[in-house]
């Protein structure tokens, strides 16, 4: 039996070399899933570096040797939030991207963000939001799917 994961926890700048080797592990479907498009190790990396911790919301899920298993990132701008969401492949259906969106749906409401983007509106994504009571709106161009909080 697998060990339970964390409870989702707040990104500091110290943990961005977890962050990176999560997603480098994703594979290039995954990569697709996560960023709606297909990036490079280096692509990724950059993304990492990038990352606006003090303003954006990043939340992950630990397994219990402290590798991150799961990731979300809510880039901030204004009262909207771009969602990308990532799942270790041997922990989906677990309830990790249930958790992460459950906390990051909280942390946003908090933020006073009003509603959240979905680049690719991916199927499991609107459906986790659909089982948290939020509908995904589906676009036809960018975003793909918008979220009302």
Known sequence: MRP??????RIAAGERTAVLAHLLALDADDRYGRFA??????AIAAYV???????????????????????IHLAIHGD???????????????GVAYR???TAIQ???????????????????????????????LNPTYPRGIVGL
């Open 4 to 9: 339970m994961a964390s409870a989702p926890f």
């Open 37 to 42: 498009t297909y990036l490079s190790d280096a």
């Open 49 to 71: 570096d990038r990352l606006d911790l003090a303003r954006d919301i990043g939340l992950a899920v630990a397994d219990a040797d402290e590798r991150i298993i799961g990731f």
């Open 80 to 94: 909207a939030a771009e969602l990308g969401a990532s799942v270790a492949l041997a922990w989906r259906k677990q």
């Open 100 to 102: 992460l969106f459950q």
């Open 107 to 137: 942390q946003a409401r908090t933020a006073g963000i009003g509603e959240i983007h979905l680049a690719a509106a991916h199927p499991v994504a609107r459906h986790i939001f659909a089982r948290l009571g939020h509908a995904c709106r």
